[in-house]
Structures are given as structure tokens and as C-alpha cells.
């Protein structure tokens, strides 16, 4: 959910701070009071194309942040685990800020971190649907629609094994097509390969060798230094008659004097019998140490040499010993494919045959199931519209085999289906606002609040098969009053039970419904106008709502009217 929205400079919008609650949030207020510039601010960090004369005349910069809140296994926060770093992520808790100049730049942050305006648009798209008149509308997109779909039907193991198999489909046609059109590079690259891979094999360098051979170099060009030190310590902590361990062997026999007359001596004895241990453990390490010191200036020689033949070979080819170890490999497959292209093609070509089959497969029974799960999807929002006041309106979900084709060789022969990052379908939702009219594409027959009414109806039928856990509307209202208002309202109200709804609306019997109702208004000051933006008591709503049935002069009669619908929910 979103729990607050800041806005600073943003037109009429000089400083607010609105908190949003669970469940139905309204605003009301009069027309040009600022309430669409809220939904606005909150679509403009949400990645919406940024309008620098937004800002308002007596700033330099606007500044919307927004405080999220979801649950960690959101998909909003799985995204958002791919757009920032590890320590940027805070649970499910989430910041967006978005900062405009008045010079013509503009900054973007998720948690403090920056951000560019596309991931933001991402973030958007799976935390909240807002629908209103500068639409962030997915449901007009055809992508959302095979995910609603996907969605309702629960296919989330399938399409999850669908774009697996059709990723490794990817790299298999990828490296087959890289094959083909390198036929003649393998030929003529094949002697340079071969001389270039014989130089690595010869030098055989293994991994990590550079580092151990310039750390051993580094003990023997300083043998002497080294084994005077090792024995000078030898001698002071263990083998001279004045070492330490000579000492602390002293001092705790003179202790074991007087430990009967303060037990305080007993634990000093015993700590400096640990340091002995210690001691002795130390002097046998260096001791072993010093056995193994033998510095043989052949293999002084012979490690400059092995080190000065790697230092040429990783200048020559502008890597590290790694890098040369996997490039031998690289060069030996390459080899390898120069030596059997016919073979080592006709295998990538099976390699492909044999995956193009597991996608096929996949994408049929996810065929299957989409088509089963539109016909319940179909008849689920058929029922709900009609108490959207869309009485005359009807619902399909259309599911076509997409048209294009792949190449015959990578099924085995025939003209086959191409498919498609989510399946084989070409899944787009119809609908036909009136009677006698023909089906056509939501996009081109849905006005504004018609789209809003038909989310709604979705929403509702998908309630708990979807994680969009933010749902705003704005022209939810257009068209609609009475009986068809009131039922509305109550679908946005039970659809608050398992979302946050924010609804902007001029209707009575949609404001009545809200767990928080805010009023937006104008208010004239030294300077200009700004919006005012107040949560609402339960006495203020009930003078709000009364309002919106009789306008300013509120009548006895709007106030029971208001009373009425408030307790009627």
C-alpha cells in the first residue's frame, strides 16, 4: 500500500502531505481543486513523462515522494531486488522520489538510490494500476492481458517452466546461427587457432600460479632476512637460557609460593601456564618453519623465468591467468568446430530440434489452459458489469495462434509456429459497450470510466489471484448515478477488503463508502492560490457527502440522505 504521498510545487499543490489508510480511500472537492494533480503527481513517480511547466511559478524545483509499503514476497519487491543493489532493499518498505528543476533536469530515486525514469515505470507497473484521464492503464495493454489470464488460471508453474525452456530455445538458435555464419571464419581462422592454442598449452599456466610464484619468489629474494628473523625469535621465546618461556617458567614457581595465602595467585598461575602453551605452539610452528627454509638459487632463476613467460603471455593477450585458461578452452572448442563443422553443426541443429520440441509442448498445454480458464474468466466479469452500469456491455477474451513462423529446419521439417516469449497465443480482451454492436479491441471501444468500470469488474473476479496491490481511480463516475453509483461502490468496497482503493469521485453513494474520505479545495493567498487537502472526521463526511447530493446550501433533507448512505454500508 501507499502510506504517504509528498508533494512540493507542484502547480495549485505548494506542500501536502496526504496519508493514505487500508482499504477505501476518497477525495472530493470541487472541480479544479486539485484533486486529478494528486493521482498526477503520484503517476509522475511512478515514471510518467515529466512536464517541467508542472512547477509552480514562485520555486525552482517540485519534489513527489511516495512511502510504500508491501509484503516482501511481492512481486513489486522481486523487482525491485533486479533494479537495485542488495543493501537498497528494505523489506517491503519503499521510497520514490522524484525531484524537477525549473533549469530543464530532473533526478529519480527508489530508497535513496538513482534510478532512471524506465525503472521507475517498471516498478509502476507491478505495484499499481491508476486509471484516470493521463492513463497508467495496463489493462490496455495486450502484454497484461495474457498476464491476467496467466493469472486467473493460476499458471504460474507452467509459464515459469515455459520461460525456461524458451530461454535455453534462445541460446540454442543463437550459438546454431553463430555456427552457420562463421563457417568460413573457422576455416580461415583455423591455423592462427591452433598456433595460438599450442603457445597456451605450452606455457600450461594452472590457476592462481602467478600469485604463489611471485610469493615464493619473494621469500627466497629475502632468504637471509627471513631466517635471521626466525631464529632470533626461536631463541628469544624457547631455545635461549633467558627466554621467555624460561621466564614465565620462573615467575610461576615463584607464584606457587604464595598461592595459599591469596587465591588471586592461582589464577594469575593459571593464565601464564596458558601463555606457555602458547608460546611452546608459536616456537614449534617457527622451528618447523625454519627446517623447511632452503633456498635453491636455480629455483630462484626458475621461477623469474616461469614468471617473466606468464607476465609476456598476459600482455600479449590482455588478460589475467584466468583469462588465459579460458581462453585455451575457447580456442580448443573453436578447434575443434573448424576440424568437425559438419558434425558439430548437425549436433547444435539437434540440440535446438530437441528443445524447439519441450517449447512446443509447453506452450500447447498452456494453450489448453488459458483457453479453459477464458471462457470462466469471461463469464466471471459478464456478471459483474452489469452492476458497473454496464448493463448492455459483454466481455471476451479472444486466444488466436500467433501468425509468424520459424525456420522448418528447427522443428524437422514443415512450416512451424515462432514462439513468442509467453506461449504461442495472441491473447487480446474484447468488448462491445452496447447491443448490436460487434466485439472489438478494449482499447478502441472503452472510453476512460469505462475502463476504470471494466478494471473494476476484473479486479473483482480476480480478487487474490493478482499481487497489484493498489488500485486508483479517477473517472470511475463518468456516466453513472443512483442504484448503478451504489453498486459500485460497494464492489470498490469489497475489493478494499484485499486492496487499497483511491478513488477520486463526485458521487454521494461512492463517497459514503470510504474507510478515509479527504476533501481537496482551493484556498486564495498572499501570492496566488493553493490546494488545500484535509482528512475528514466522521461529522465532516457527513457534511461532504451531503454536499455532493445538494451542493453548498445543504438541506436538512441531503443531511439525512448522507447519514443514510454512510450507515447503509
Known amino acids: 500500500m501507499i502510506e504517504r504521498l509528498l508533494i512540493r510545487n507542484y502547480l495549485i499543490i505548494k506542500d501536502a502531505e496526504i496519508g493514505f489508510s487500508k482499504g477505501f480511500n476518497i477525495l472530493t472537492g470541487e472541480t479544479g481543486a486539485g484533486k486529478s494533480i494528486i493521482l498526477d503527481a ?13 512547477i509552480r511559478k514562485d520555486a525552482d524545483k517540485l519534489v513527489v515522494e511516495g512511502h510504500f509499503e508491501f509484503d516482501a514476497k511481492d512481486t513489486a519487491i522481486s523487482l525491485l531486488k533486479t533494479l537495485l543493489p542488495e543493501d537498497c532493499i528494505n523489506g517491503g518498505s519503499v521510497i520514490i522520489r522524484r525531484e524537477l528543476l525549473k533549469k530543464g533536469s530532473g533526478r529519480s530515486f527508489i530508497n535513496d538510490y538513482p534510478v532512471n525514469i524506465s525503472d521507475l515505470k517498471k516498478f509502476g507497473d507491478a505495484a499499481i494500476d491508476i486509471h484516470s484521464q493521463n492513463e497508467h492503464q495496463s489493462l490496455l495493454s495486450k502484454e497484461t492481458h495474457i498476464r491476467i489470464l496467466d493469472g486467473f488460471a493460476g499458471n504460474d508453474s ?21 555456427l552457420v555464419l562463421r563457417k568460413d571464419e573457422f576455416i580461415r581462422r583455423r591455423s592462427f587457432v591452433e598456433f595460438e592454442l599450442k603457445e597456451i598449452n605450452n606455457l600450461n599456466p594452472q590457476p592462481g600460479e602467478d600469485e604463489e610464484l611471485e610469493n615464493e619468489l619473494k621469500k627466497m629474494e629475502n632468504s637471509e632476512v627471513i631466517s635471521v628473523a626466525v631464529n632470533n625469535s626461536i631463541s628469544l621465546l624457547y631455545e635461549n637460557e633467558q627466554s621467555i618461556l624460561a621466564g614465565i617458567d620462573q615467575a610461576v614457581k615463584e607464584l606457587r609460593k604464595v598461592m595459599a595465602f591469596d587465591a588471586e595467585f592461582g589464577k594469575i598461575t593459571e593464565e601464564l601456564l596458558n601463555c606457555e602453551v602458547l608460546i611452546k605452539e608459536c616456537s614449534a610452528t617457527l622451528m618447523s618453519y625454519r627446517e623447511g627454509l632452503d633456498f635453491d638459487p636455480g ?11 606468464i607476465s609476456r603471455m598476459i600482455k600479449k593477450h590482455g588478460m589475467n591467468v584466468s583469462g588465459l585458461i579460458e581462453k585455451g578452452k575457447e580456442l ?18 539437434e540440440r535446438v530440434r530437441t528443445e524447439y520440441a519441450e517449447v512446443m509442448d509447453l506452450a500447447g498445454k498452456l494453450s ?23 448493463e448492455s456491455a459483454e466481455f471476451k477474451v479472444e486466444i488466436e495462434a500467433i501468425k509468424e513462423l520459424i525456420s522448418s529446419e528447427f522443428a524437422g521439417g ?23 454492436a460487434d466485439f472489438s479491441p478494449l482499447r478502441k471501444s472503452a472510453s476512460g470510466g469505462e475502463v476504470s468500470r471494466i478494471m473494476l469488474a476484473i479486479k473483482t473476479v480476480l480478487s487474490g489471484k493478482d499481487d497489484v496491490g493498489i488500485l486508483v481511480f ?18 470498490m468496497k469489497n475489493l478494499s477488503k484485499s486492496r487499497q482503493i483511491i478513488c477520486i469521485t463526485h458521487l454521494p453513494q461512492i463517497a459514503a463508502m470510504s474507510d478515509t474520505h479527504f476533501r481537496v479545495s482551493k484556498k486564495d493567498v498572499a501570492g496566488g492560490t493553493i490546494a488545500d487537502i484535509e482528512i475528514l ?24 440522505s448522507a447519514k443514510e448512505l454512510i450507515s447503509g454500508i
Open 42 to 54: 503520484l503517476a509522475l513517480i511512478l515514471g510518467e513523462r515529466a512536464d517541467f511547466s508542472l
Open 414 to 436: 514443415g512450416n512451424v509456429l515462432r514462439p513468442r516469449t509467453d506461449g504461442t497465443d495472441d491473447i487480446e480482451f474484447l468488448v462491445k459497450i452496447n447491443k448490436g
Open 537 to 560: 472526521s466522521e461529522s465532516e463526511k457527513i457534511t461532504e457527502v451531503a454536499k455532493l447530493i445538494s451542493g453548498e446550501n445543504i438541506t436538512e433533507s441531503a443531511s439525512r
Open 299 to 309: 629455483r630462484i632463476n626458475e621461477v623469474r623465468e616461469r614468471l617473466s613467460a
Open 158 to 178: 507452467l509459464t515459469k517452466a515455459y520461460s525456461e525452456s524458451y530461454a535455453r530455445l534462445s541460446d540454442l538458435i543463437r550459438e546454431y546461427e553463430g
Open 474 to 491: 479517477d473517472e470511475i463516475d463518468a456516466g453513472i448515478s443512483g442504484r448503478i453509483a451504489q453498486k459500485v461502490g460497494k464492489l
Open 332 to 349: 580448443e572448442r573453436e578447434l575443434n568446430i573448424a576440424d568437425n563443422y559438419d558434425y558439430e553443426l548437425q549436433k547444435a541443429l
Open 368 to 390: 489448453k489452459v488459458r483457453k479453459k480458464a477464458a471462457k470462466d474468466l469471461e463469464k466471471g466479469i459478464n456478471s459483474v458489469l452489469s452492476e458497473t452500469g454496464l
